[in-house]
């Protein structure tokens, strides 16, 4: 008899593991339920690039719109998304680096992220891909937010608001790391700046719509022996971005002891040439973002283009574009007046969502 039992305990010990196996939770999804949601380009912006894995949607956006202003992100409660990129201020802080949890000092400017679902790269450095890669990063820095990202899991999965929101979005009330960087980005692809004076002038046929002045001034812009600033700043025949979206070396951060105070894309790439290179901002609504450069120090647009009027710093690593160019007093302050029409029109909803 125990001879024939065994066989017959071990099959009914495979089958309680099988079954048991066959229960095992499924992995929580990230992507997102529902019909996704086409958002309004406006003029003088390109097509908006869409992962194929987090296709926006009514959920999703206004989830990742209570994320981005939610100071419970944050270590101490005391910082959301918001607090470095106001809308007031454009997606920025008007810094030259950002205050973070406990009154520590960032080491660079904050970026707006009006446009940024455009960017092949995210942060000065470039260390992340995608705004879903880009959305999580804040949270965990312990000079930024200094929440770790299973504590801040935690914190909202506890939430019933919250569970609402991403059981409406995903399917379930679960709350993950992926599902909170998905909301974020889907919220921040809504965030789109175009429709300024220069769209209405290059995009769309109004040539009144930059003064004279402007218009000498974008004459500056494109000359390689002047402005020489489409080079980095890069213009197109149907949209511009006003970036390439590359890593240049202007020798800003250079000390006087030729020492770099910061690195800049190096540190991600480990190359030599990339030392104190950093991602080209854009320029939209760049009469809006003071102060300028990776690390704040340039107070005025006058500064920035006495700056490049200098040919930078030099350091063993200067971009080839920095070149010597040849720009008057009227020249530099018709490049100013260009610059500001570059400024454009607000995103709707994009404000602190309504309490409820």
Known sequence: MMHRAAPIAAGLLTALLLTVAGCKRAP???????????????????????????QPTAD????????????RVSVDGTLSCASCHEPSAYFTDG??????VRGALGVRNAPTILNAAYMPFQFWD??????????????????E???PHAADVSKLGDDPQYQAMFKQSFGTPDVNIERVENALASFERTALSGDAPFDRFMYGSDKTALTPAQVRGYMVYLDPTRGNCAACHTVGPHAALFTDGKF???????????????????????IATDTGAFKTPTLRNIDKTAPYMHDGTLKTLKAVVDFYAGQGNSNPYLDPEMKKIHLTGQDRADLVEFLQSLTGSMPPDVGPPASK
Do not use: C
């Open 145 to 147: 937010m200094s929440r």
């Open 248 to 270: 240049h070396n202007t020798g800003q951060g250079v000390a006087d002891t030729g020492a770099f105070t910061d690195i800049g894309r190096f540190h991600e790439t480990k």
């Open 60 to 71: 999703t956006i206004a989830l990742g719109r209570k994320l981005f202003y939610d100071k």
């Open 28 to 54: 929580v999804s990230s992507k997102p339920i529902g019909p996704e949601v086409q958002i309004k380009v406006p003029l003088g912006l390109p097509p908006l690039p869409i992962p194929k894995d987090n």
């Open 95 to 100: 810094k030259n680096v950002s205050t973070g």
């Open 126 to 143: 470039g260390r992340a891909i995608t705004l879903e890669q880009q959305a999580a990063f804040p949270i965990a820095n312990p000079v």
